[in-house]
């Protein structure tokens, strides 16, 4: 008799559609919050902080529950720990204070990004069958760039960092949902043979 209720290809068919659906909602928050920061440039730096924050928030759960869901090295594993444990941490301050934060604000999403970045560009590198893995590496490049960006520059404009939040999110968000559809593809594939 098993301990596992399941068989392991099961399990992993199970995790992999875990997987593929939290990076999905990720991928559509991301779109959404990118799409609204794009079609309202004028909105209050309070809006946008607390868009970020829930952004923040949902996108660091969803990459934890996405760690346990991938068949990735430990190691890499524990970096999307780390970058949703981060993520949720910078979505916390976001919910800080209105002006005081704001340059709090420009350097904790510069720093979330240039981290989350260099974690996708070491997945995509150590990952050769990681499934979109083309795709993943420029989203890597675009996001730790964006990130240094940041940090350089935290207050030189609350419009440009609206903007370039804008364009970043909805840039990761459709990167993401593609991302979504192959690992589904992919699973799919091994659960027909």
């Not at 008799?1 to 997987?19: D, I, T, W, Y």
């Not at 779109?31 to 794009?38: E, H, N, R």
């Not at 207050?155 to 949902?177: C, K, P, T």
């Amino acid at each position: 008799m098993s301990v596992f209720p399941e068989e392991p290809a099961q399990l992993g068919l199970r995790l992999a559609k875990m997987a593929w659906q939290s990076i999905l909602v990720v991928g559509l928050c991301s779109l959404v919050v990118g799409v609204l920061a794009l079609v309202w440039p004028a909105a209050t730096l309070l809006v946008v902080g607390a868009l970020f924050g829930i952004y923040l928030l949902v996108s660091g759960v969803l990459q934890i529950i996405a760690a346990f869901g991938t068949h990735t090295a430990v190691a890499l594993r524990v970096l999307a720990f780390v970058s949703g444990a981060l993520s949720i941490l910078l979505g916390l301050l976001c919910f800080r204070g209105e002006m005081q934060s704001i340059l709090l604000l420009g350097l904790w999403i510069g720093i979330g990004w240039l981290f989350r970045g260099v974690t996708e560009i070491t997945a995509s590198a150590v990952d050769r069958d990681m499934p979109a893995r083309g795709w993943r590496i420029f989203l890597g490049v675009l996001t730790a760039l964006g990130g240094v960006v940041l940090i350089v520059s935290p207050l030189a404009s609350v419009a440009l960092l609206v903007l370039f939040g804008g364009i970043w999110l909805v840039v990761v968000g459709v990167v993401e949902i593609i991302t979504a559809f192959r690992i589904r593809s992919a699973a799919k594939r091994v659960a027909s043979t």
